[in-house]
């Protein structure tokens, strides 16, 4: 049976929190800051995502 995108998330999320060695809680700040480490790894040159991709990217999902 194929999981959801959702249980799939939840499931990253669970495992992120409680086994990395900081157990870190996943909230806001932490999110955003893993979007922007994302995007930079993507695009660490700058040459793909405008400034207006970033920008729509951070409002939807940051």
């Known amino acids: 049976m194929a999981a959801s995108r959702e ?3 939840m499931s990253v999320g669970r495992l992120l929190e409680e086994g ?9 700040e932490v999110s955003k800051k893993f979007l922007q480490t994302y995007l930079e790894m993507l ?3 700058h ?3 405008t400034q207006k991709d970033v920008d729509e990217l ?4 940051g």
Do not use: C, M, W
């Not at 990395?20 to 806001?28: D, F, S, V």
């Not at 951070?58 to 999902?61: D, G, T």
């Open 7 to 9: 249980t799939v998330a």
């Open 20 to 28: 990395h060695y900081t157990r870190q809680r996943l909230n806001e």
């Open 43 to 45: 695009d660490f040159s």
């Open 47 to 49: 040459l793909f995502f």
């Open 58 to 61: 951070n409002a939807k999902y």
